[in-house]
């Protein structure tokens, strides 16, 4: 298990645009670059990552070798109801992790 | 013009120059002021040589990618290995209280090896004295991942250096070392980081190198690494033979940085370009 800083408010008010942040362990190895042996390395990166709040997609993002490693990713959503964001990262070799939070939403 | 203070000369000499150069009296006037308040401290993290986003990286927890190797340190600390059975909760407790300000004071003597160790090598030692564990390689993501979280509880704090008179032989010929001209470019770490900081290297500003930030996320690295892998890579960069991990060579450098900087303030973990 790769280990996640997860950044997201614990209470919001019903409407209100809030930011989450995510930031995962991850060498992003590019597929490009030679190792001490002179041989190229095997690409081993994340490909996919996606939040869900109560179920319902509301980020998604596709990451490439460009991305440097441990990536760093925010964005924004509306806080509609209280409930769990989910938060997802899947890639080459199989890795697939998920994670979750709550966020109360008050009126 | 004659002029018997030094003082007066220099005031003609100032205004003369700003006659010619008139885009030059700023920086003049600037240094001047400089010049009023000597007690200032000069020195200088490498934190305030870097662009804003870099240090708003560092500062925003969120944001720093060192806080993954906090985060792995806190599991580690809790974890119960070797032979004995132990983690290192067993014997130091929370770590938030055992190990407050624990990093400002290394590198610190060593009563075993009869030299000043760094807190990497500390860790190491404890693990196969202590714990009868198997030992921890350098740079091993597990050891950087303990020294980052240590060195987080020092966050904040000034770095402090023990007064132990045994240490002074050890300080003595770490600012030898911080002096001596060494690799085919016959450089010193003095001549860049005392004489030329603030100036560039290609593109790369020259820090002052304050080791305050250590255990530092480097961008370059895409990764933590210790002081020890800094100052080997500076050595591979004059071309000399870095010395080897853990060796009292490296400790006693380590050791000089740290009395060099005593007083500023504790940045672990730190991020850098």
Redesign the interface.
Known sequence: MASTVINVPANARRGEVIEIRTLIRHTMETGFRPGADGRIQPRDIIQRFSCRYNGEQVFGAELFSAVAANPYIAFHTVATESGTLSFHWEGDNGFSQTETAKITVID | MKYSASGRKGIGRIALMAVAAGMLLPVIAASADQGQAPAKDSRRSGFEFMGASTQAMQVN???N?G???V??GE?LWGKAVGKSQLSCAACHGDAAVSMRGVAARYPSFDEGLKRPIGLSQRIKLCRVNKQQAEPLRAESQELLSLEAYIAYQSRGMPLAPPADARLKPFIASGLQRFQQRMGQLDLSCAQCHAERAGQRLGSSLIPQAHPTGYPVYR?EW??VGSLQRRLRGCMSGVRAEPFAYDAQELAELELYLAVRAAGMKMEGVGVRP
């Open positions: 927890e969120a944001l990618p806080m993954l190797w985060k792995d599991a961008l895409q990764g």
